[in-house]
């Protein structure tokens, strides 16, 4: 059995560590550097770190900031925000990423996972997906809709279909987040994560929501996930990763033991 994976998320706007709710009203609250290192020293599993305004400004991921957060960690980091092709991909792992999370621009251009693949391995490929609830409908058979451009464009895609189109083009793995949750701290969207989870045949990471130890119990058992995303949790010290760590443990979960 693996071990169930926490991994911190670092959304950056400006060269800055941001958050928000539900992908609106963010503020400023660090220097993603320093963050990552912290992080890193605490005993996170993996860091995540995501440009979150390179696809809707159209321009370029700040490879300046990715290049000092892979030289600061020695663990698994994925890199996502403004990638549109290959070239980009190359430049982010070039400056030291080990993985590479495409969204908006794959939604697009489904080819570009297969491209990525091709090209560096499934295992460095990870679909950012951004889903939000909208009942069954027409076109969204399982009632959760992709959107991009950070939460801004509604694409008429049902998630489910998405997610096992992107495993067969060749993605590695899933970063789900749960745009009605995001932010919240009033825990994961358990019936969306499981619904992924049992649906595709690679790793799914659950993101939005954490906001107690037991939201990230809830998601890994319930909600079927290998991995949970946290953020706000342990960036304004509710919790430290030693903390819930020990709780994921002492009820049974499988967990890199660091604390």
Same mark, same amino acid.
């Given at each position: 059995m693996l071990s169930k994976r926490i991994i911190v998320c670092l959304d950056v706007r400006d060269g800055k560590t941001t958050k928000g709710i539900q992908f609106k009203d963010n503020v400023d609250i660090g220097d993603p550097v320093e963050m990552a290192r912290l992080y890193y020293e605490t005993g996170v599993d993996e860091i995540v770190f995501y440009d979150i305004t390179a696809s809707y400004e159209k321009r370029e991921i700040m490879?300046? &900031?990715?290049?000092?957060v892979a030289e600061t960690i020695f663990i698994p980091f994925s890199v996502g925000g403004?990638?549109?092709?290959?070239? *980009?991909m190359r430049a982010v792992l070039l400056a030291g990423a080990e993985k590479i999370s495409v969204n908006s621009a794959a939604v697009r251009d489904p080819s570009l996972i297969s491209k990525g693949a091709e090209a560096f391995g499934s295992q460095c490929i990870v679909l950012g997906m951004d889903v939000k609830h909208v009942g069954p409908r027409p076109g969204i058979p399982s009632g959760y809709e992709i959107v991009i451009n950070g939460g801004?464009? *509604?694409?008429?895609?049902? /998630?489910l279909e998405w997610a096992r189109e992107a495993e067969r083009l060749g993605a590695g793995e899933i970063c789900l987040n749960a745009i009605d949750a995001d932010g919240t701290r009033d825990g994961y969207e358990l019936r969306l994560t499981?619904?992924?989870?049992?649906? &595709?045949g690679i790793p799914v990471i /659950?993101?939005?929501g954490a906001g =107690?130890?037991?939201?990230?119990?809830?998601?890994?058992? +319930?909600? =079927?996930?290998d991995a949970a995303l946290i953020a706000s949790m342990v960036h304004y010290g509710t919790y430290t990763l030693g903390q819930i760590k /020990?709780?994921?443990?002492?009820?049974?979960? +499988?967990?890199?033991?660091?604390?």
């Open positions: 490879i300046d &900031v990715v290049r000092r403004g990638i549109r092709n290959v070239e *980009d801004r464009t *509604d694409m008429g895609m049902d /998630a499981a619904l992924i989870s049992e649906n &595709v /659950a993101s939005g =107690k130890p037991e939201h990230l119990y809830d998601v890994l058992t +319930k909600g =079927k996930a /020990a709780y994921l443990a002492n009820r049974g979960l +499988k967990i890199r033991q660091t604390w």
